[in-house]
């Protein structure tokens, strides 16, 4: 029978020939014995997977950033995939749009009208081998020899310029898809980089696994987009195409397929729909979650394995298993309701344009190679009009892919200043300045009311050096965060020195994939610095056979296995004696090191006159700092001078703030700190 590939390529196939890299036209005899294939295979046969169209069970899992706990999955409103309606369109055009109005619209232009040629130049191939068959049928039944000999020569030297322009046809489908791709994939990734989109994401709830999104959904998003957008144009063709074969052959055979097609498609849509969108949604969610929590065990084997937690782990993972696997059993049931559907929808052709033109061809007023070309031509225009039923299961995860991209474009698209507005919260400002100072600053964790620090205010003068402390959880990081431009909801003003001029250290480093000397100038990605300048840094912060021990500076190695905390904390001491800030932040940053590692990198960087900001514990480290913030709690916090200062004892403070405002202390206190001007 005749068949359309869901690129919209016309041709005969059989079941056989699904894996040959070119269809196989077959006989009129096995079309009347009705042995070919008339099921429109899917181009993709789970949205996100392998490009695969046997594959019938999902493939697909991402690399995945942390997802919400499932304790706090009742509390969230679950979002439910777009059905196939005007809804689902928009989402697409929000996604695609850009590409094809932008700076690459000319190149995106030109390969779409290429690929349209080369479909009419198929369309036009596979209606001459439809006619040919029809010939050599009617040659066959009529013991015409010369006549069937024609029509074989005919059908070869059409193969003979089918063939290629199918194998070029897929070569520039595929290019197509590559370069549109490569397009969104920077975009995506410019918006998501931008603004530390990345950071917001990860400690904000609202969106599963971007990671996944960005580097799975927008591969499947175009090289499906491509390939639907392909099959209803080439649908489009082959109504054209067929039709006045068809309707020159059998005006009843016309009217009867447009009615059998009107109701498989009514069918399609309103029983199909909305749950094969909702579980494909879902199943892509699970299978993202499956695969994190074996990162996770991996990631933290070492800390798993001290504590032996291997049968808690275990039931994590099950938990997150059983998802997935009965999801895809709701899935699967609902699948198997659609193939029944759609194998009984494609497999009635075999039986209508018989039935309809029987009468004709057995009283002798139409000929067998007619009813045979009459048969083909019906196919093809089923397939034409019938394109939604028979590429049903791969539009429905094709929408429940698109939602999931565009709920994340929304996100990393917006503009700053479109953000702040949609940000309810009030914001702390940012100013930059010559000093760094903080204005009646109030801090709140984000997406919250809890008051961690109230109306703060201090300024550090070069070279001074204040020291953070408190209790657990009084926000002594969070209030780095702030300083880092990571939070934002409170009042008040950050005033802070240009951001290069700012260097953060926290208390476990960020070791990248990469040499030993990309670790050290971390995070520039090139420096002026000779090799035996780098090497003099890594003896000066006491890691001076570090480079001969892994093999070089260009040595690469998995640094964070490599590497022991201490290690870690002293090469990022070396990355700040690389890029010699004005102002340094240290979070706990030499909480792994013993105390004379610790006093030897802090004295060289009060050497070198850089304001320190520091969070730490150890007594030891007061004599580094001219001043320490104490943080009480409930948005209370004094300040001390350091020389008089003990963390056990009882000193007053120079001044404070509570957490209802108050403020106390007189001003001739601040002259014992000529560095450090506090308001309260």
């Not at 996944?212 to 109504?239: V, W």
């Not at 480290?621 to 001078?641: F, I, K, Q, S, Y």
Request: proline residues 4%; hydrophobic residues 45%; glycine residues 8%.
């Amino acid at each position: 029978m005749f068949n359309i590939k869901n690129d919209g390529y016309v041709c005969f196939r059989t079941e056989q020939s699904r894996a040959r890299p070119y269809p196989r036209f077959v006989t009129a005899a096995e079309v009347i014995a009705g042995s070919a294939q008339q099921r429109i295979e899917p181009a993709n046969a789970y949205f996100g997977g392998d490009w695969n169209t046997d594959m019938s069970t999902p493939t697909t899992a991402s690399t995945t950033a942390a997802t919400t706990d499932e304790a706090q999955a009742p509390r969230r409103k679950k979002r439910r995939a777009p059905p196939l309606s005007l809804n689902a369109w928009k989402q697409f055009v929000r996604v695609a749009k850009p590409y094809w109005l932008g700076e690459e619209k000319k190149k995106a232009w030109c390969l779409m009208l290429l690929l349209i040629g080369l479909m009419l130049v198929e369309t036009k191939l596979a209606v001459m081998l439809n006619d040919q068959a029809g010939e050599m049928t009617s040659a066959l039944a009529g013991k015409n020899g010369s006549r069937f000999w024609t029509a074989v020569r005919a059908c070869l030297f059409t193969l003979a310029f089918a063939v290629p322009v199918y194998a070029f046809y897929y070569y520039m489908r595929d290019l197509f898809a590559n370069q549109w791709r490569r397009w969104l994939t920077n975009r995506f990734l410019d918006g998501y980089l931008k603004g530390r989109k990345y950071y917001e994401l990860g400690a904000d709830s609202a969106i599963d696994n971007p990671d996944q999104r960005i580097s799975e959904d927008i591969n499947t998003f175009t090289g499906r987009s491509i390939n639907f957008l392909l099959i209803f144009i080439g649908s489009a063709m082959q109504l054209v195409a067929f039709s006045a074969v068809l309707w020159s052959i059998s005006h009843l055979l016309v009217g009867v397929l447009a009615l059998y097609a009107l109701i498989g498609t009514v069918v399609a849509l309103y029983v199909f729909g909305n749950p094969l969108i909702h579980l494909n949604f879902w199943q892509l969610r699970r299978e993202a979650d499956f695969r994190f929590s074996l990162i996770r065990l991996r990631e933290n084997a070492e800390s798993i394995a001290f504590y032996r937690g291997e049968a808690q782990e275990r039931a994590h993972i099950d938990s997150k298993f059983g998802k997935v696997i009965h999801n895809y059993a709701r899935l699967i049931r609902k699948q198997r309701s659609l193939n029944l559907f759609q194998r009984t929808f494609s497999q009635l052709t075999l039986v209508l344009p018989g039935v309809i033109l029987a009468g004709g061809v057995l009283s002798g007023e139409l000929e067998v190679g007619k009813a045979i070309q009459a048969a083909g031509a019906f196919t093809a225009v089923l397939g034409a009009v019938g394109v939604i039923v028979d590429n049903f299961e791969s539009l429905s995860r094709f929408v429940a892919g698109i939602d999931r991209l565009q709920a994340l474009s929304k996100l990393v698209m917006a503009d700053a200043e479109d953000a702040k507005a949609a940000d309810a919260h009030p914001r702390i400002a940012r100013r930059e300045g010559e000093h760094f100072a903080l204005d009646s600053v109030t801090l709140h964790p984000p997406q919250s009311e809890r008051v961690l620090i109230k109306e703060l205010n201090l300024t550090l003068k070069p070279g001074d050096a204040l020291l953070i402390t408190g209790e657990s959880g009084c926000g002594k990081s969070s209030l780095l965060r702030a300083i880092a431009g990571l939070w934002h909801t409170g009042s008040g003003t950050i005033h802070h020195p240009p951001q290069e001029a700012c260097f953060f250290l926290p208390q476990q480093p960020y070791l990248q994939a990469g040499t030993l000397r990309s670790q050290l100038i971390y995070p520039s990605t090139h420096t002026q610095l000779s090799d035996e300048q780098l090497l003099a840094i890594l003896e000066q912060v006491h890691l001076p056979r570090l480079a001969e021990r892994v093999g070089g500076l260009d040595a690469v190695q998995d640094w964070e296995k490599l590497l022991s905390v201490g290690e870690q904390q002293r090469l990022a001491f070396g990355r700040v004696l690389v890029h010699n800030p004005r102002i340094v932040i240290l979070d706990e940053a030499t909480s792994a090191l013993d105390s004379g590692n610790e006093a030897s990198l802090y004295a060289s960087l009060r050497a070198a006159g850089t304001t320190l900001i520091s969070i730490a514990h150890r007594p030891a480290v007061l004599r580094h700092h001219t001043h320490v913030l104490r943080l009480l709690g409930e948005g209370a916090w004094e300040v001390h001078d350091a020389g008089t200062y003990q963390f056990d004892g009882t000193v007053v403070p120079l001044r404070a703030g509570t957490a209802a405002g108050a403020a106390g202390g007189t001003s001739p206190a601040l002259a014992l700190a000529p560095k450090v001007a506090v308001a309260g």
